[in-house]
């Protein structure tokens, strides 16, 4: 039997049904910069919609897509590609907005954050339940965790994190846990998905950024990207970039890995040492040995689009590329080149790109997660309101699918057939 989380660090008020307001300590004065653009529609089909057969267990493969500026989660068919319709998850918001307004802290960290983003990221991340019933969203520069029951579209409960920001999460393989970075307070917090009370937290470095769960469940991995709001020449103050490795059972820190630069999308080989990068600044990526704490391979890829006259304190929260996902079989990377407007499929064996595939000028392709077959990476491009679909054995797109406004994170789950027919008609 797994043993239970037992390190309570603080209270969090919760608030269920009817939203109130929440009890927050900790705050720290760092604010954070995401990635800023400006929202271009563009409706572009997806690819032919075949019949899909439920799984025995009436469970559908999906993958949920966080529309950061919209406040909606589109829900894509994991194997059709056809966009299922969304939920809306700030029908809250203007009680959220009033319980900002009247805390004099919170606005100012709300405002600071809104200022640096250039404007407001409602969702940050999103996943379901294992049974397929509740969907647990992180959101932004609300700088909260909500539940909404897929059927209804309620809102179980709501909880504020530490900070100014909720950013990254990842639920635990027993669905029983929701590890959010709460970015300015420099922590990640572990969430009760039950009622949504904060069951613990463990350090970080400086703005902690992704969270992962080892498939077992038993470690989760957090990686951080320091004070990105500083100039490249200001980069010794951005503080420490931090790839940690957290006990999920006590949250006592295992092991730290210290990077030169920001860690952003990053993934571990199936053989549970091979680490593979993006850094920030870097048009590239790393493979990183954990054993042995070295740098394996700098891999600089070419740059397109703009990304060879941007400068680098113009990159999208210091990032030029910001996406990478795995195959399956572990044979191939996805990477996204986020200034170059394009999607590499790089061989893990030897490091050297199958093929590439293009966007329009401005895309802003910002996340890469791999289907559940292990055959396709799903890329968000931001400014468009699509997610493109890469096949990974050809490196070519195969089809391309509307969703709401500014896509960001993507995360393959499951919902329950029973759900569907609730979601709204609308891409997002």
């Not at 250039?118 to 539940?147: C, E, K």
């Not at 989760?220 to 490795?245: D, M, P, R, V």
């Not at 490091?351 to 396709?376: E, F, I, M, R």
Request: some cysteine; overall charge negative.
């Amino acid at each position: 039997m797994p043993r239970r989380l037992h390190r309570i660090t603080r209270a969090v008020h919760v608030t269920r049904a009817t939203p109130r307001r929440a009890r927050v300590t900790g705050f720290t004065r760092f604010t954070r910069v995401l990635a800023a653009g400006c929202l271009t529609t563009a409706a572009v089909a997806a690819a032919p919609v075949t019949a899909t057969t439920a799984a025995a267990d009436g469970l559908r493969d999906v993958l949920v897509v966080g529309n950061s500026q919209a406040g909606t989660v589109s829900v894509i068919d994991g194997h059709t590609f056809a966009n299922l319709g969304s939920i809306n998850v700030i029908p809250d918001l203007a009680q959220r907005m009033f319980e900002i307004d009247i805390n004099p802290v919170w606005l100012a960290g709300y405002q600071t954050v809104k200022a640096v983003e250039g404007g407001d990221r409602f969702v940050d991340d999103a996943t379901v339940s294992p049974d397929g019933h509740t969907l647990y969203v992180s959101r932004g520069n609300l700088d909260d965790v909500a539940a909404f029951d897929l059927a209804t579209h309620a809102e179980l409960w709501h909880t504020r994190l530490s900070g100014f920001h909720a950013d990254h999460a990842a639920l635990s393989p027993d669905g029983t846990r929701y590890v959010v970075s709460a970015t300015t307070a420099q922590v990640a917090q572990v969430i009760n998905t039950a009622n949504g009370s904060v069951v613990g937290s463990f350090p970080t470095g400086t703005y902690p950024h992704q969270n992962d769960f080892s498939a077992d469940g038993d470690y989760i991995y957090n990686s951080s990207i320091g004070i990105t709001s500083l100039s490249q020449s200001l980069e010794w103050a951005k503080g420490s970039f931090l790839l940690t490795k957290v006990d999920a059972h006590t949250l006592q820190v295992v092991q730290t890995w210290q990077f030169p630069h920001g860690i952003r999308p990053n993934e571990i080989a199936p053989d549970g040492h091979t680490f593979y990068a993006d850094l920030s600044y870097l048009n590239g990526f790393v493979k990183y040995d954990l054993n042995t704490s070295k740098i394996l391979n700098t891999v600089q890829m070419p740059y397109a689009s703009g990304g060879s006259t941007l400068k680098p304190d113009s990159y999208p929260q210091n990032s030029a590329h910001h996406g990478l996902a795995l195959s399956g079989d572990g044979s191939k990377l996805c990477d996204v080149g986020t200034i170059d407007d394009y999607t590499a499929i790089v061989s893990t064996s030897n490091l050297t790109t199958a093929g590439t595939v293009s966007y329009p000028a401005g895309a802003l392709p910002y996340w890469g997660q791999t289907s559940v077959d292990g055959h396709y990476c799903f890329v968000s491009l931001s400014r468009l309101g699509q997610v493109s679909v890469v096949d990974y054995a050809t490196a070519t797109e195969v089809a391309r699918v509307p969703v709401g406004a500014f896509p960001q994170r993507e995360r393959i789950s499951q919902i329950a057939d029973s759900v569907v027919g609730s979601l709204d008609p609308a891409a997002g």
